[in-house]
């Protein structure tokens, strides 16, 4: 009897045993197939491979989750001749997850500059990495003159402040194939982008962005912004955000939602060359006392209706159309036409 029961705890235990090597091999495979792993092919595999995913027990809905957070990012960069350095700026602990490819070489690249010289038409980036942030990735990258977005689904990308800083040959940004559903910060995102021309942001997804100052500041070519699809309900910073945008005619951001935006100080800054602005509806309730030098020398300005918003009649008006000292006999020309509502 006892003999019988020891038998059977034995294959019981066996039976465990196998299950729990079974389920242990099942996940050490599972782990490098989904792992990091160069051009992430593995992610295609799993998708089509029906006996794959019944091994693993993975559905598709597995696939796409894991997709929408590790899938491989594509970037295709176009460069100028003459004087260069950095492409791309990786920290040491990130460079793992970066494989990169000059022209149309297949041999990955293990720098991540270029010499002085160096005749590089495009440079193409494929990212494979876990982390959530992209800030200051091209920061300062003087011989970019064009980036494309060839290939990016993901959506834990949260920070992408100073992204294209001081990019000052760049002149077009193809964000097609752009995710922005999860970003949080985007202060000084084009800061400085001396060259370019135009922005179609209309595809970004800023619902959950935060911080928007300095976002344009110094883009000083820049002649057409379409803004129509932002969404800024938790914005709270857009301090100088178009500051030095002096080529800009025309801004429509009758789509914004100012009310939770506690700083705009000196958001039109130095927009020399605007000459309509449609912000009738902001919301200035929590940014009193916080919009000084919002108009700052905007000498072409007119018929600006700005009857809804608050202001601190002993601060806020006393700065926020403030001009250079040259042209301060300009002020009354536009201030005539300007309609306030004091707190």
């Known amino acids: 009897m006892n003999s019988g029961n ?48 019944r091994r693993l027990n993975l559905s598709i809905n597995d696939y796409k989750d894991y997709f929408l957070l590790n899938s491989s990012i594509i970037i295709e960069l176009k460069t100028n001749v003459g004087k260069y350095d950095n492409f791309i700026n990786i920290s040491e602990k990130e460079k793992k997850y970066f494989h990169i490819y000059f022209d149309d070489s297949k041999e990955e690249i293990k720098r991540y500059s270029l010499e002085e010289n160096e005749r590089i038409k495009k440079i193409e980036i494929i990212i494979d990495y876990p982390i959530s942030s992209f800030e200051g990735l091209f920061r300062n990258c003087n011989c970019i003159s064009s980036v494309f977005f060839k290939k990016f689904y993901r959506i834990n990308i949260t920070n992408m402040s100073f992204m294209f800083s001081g ?4 002149k077009e940004i193809d964000f097609s ?9 985007m202060s000084k995102m084009f800061s400085g982008c001396l060259q370019l021309k135009e922005l179609n942001l209309y595809n970004f997804d800023t619902k ?33 955000m178009f500051s030095k945008c002096s080529s800009l005619k025309e801004l429509n951001l009758s789509n914004f939602n100012t009310t939770n935006v506690k700083f705009m100080l000196s958001m039109f800054e ?6 309509e602005l449609h912000i009738s509806n902001f919301n200035t309730d929590k940014a009193i006392g916080n919009m000084s030098y919002m108009f700052y020398n905007c000498p072409l300005l007119k018929n600006l209706d700005i009857s809804n918003f608050k202001t601190n009649n002993k601060f806020d008006k006393e700065t926020m159309f403030k001009l250079l000292p040259s042209k301060q006999k300009k002020v009354q020309n536009y201030k005539e036409k300007i309609i306030f509502k004091s707190i």
Not at 167 to 170: A, R
Not at 270 to 275: D, P, W
């Open 6 to 53: 020891t038998s059977k705890d034995k294959k019981f235990k066996q039976k465990i045993f196998k299950a729990d090597i079974e389920n242990i091999k099942n996940n050490f495979i599972l782990k490098k197939i989904l792992g990091v792993i160069k051009k992430n092919k593995s992610l295609e595999i799993i998708k089509y491979n029906k006996k794959l995913q």
């Open 167 to 170: 990019c000052s040959s760049l």
């Open 177 to 185: 194939n752009f995710n922005t559903s999860s970003v949080i910060n």
């Open 208 to 240: 959950n962005v935060k911080y928007m100052s300095y976002m344009f500041s110094e883009c000083s070519s820049l002649q057409k912004l379409n803004l129509s699809n932002f969404n800024t309900n938790n914005v709270i910073n857009m301090s100088y």
């Open 270 to 275: 130095e927009c020399s060359s605007l000459e």
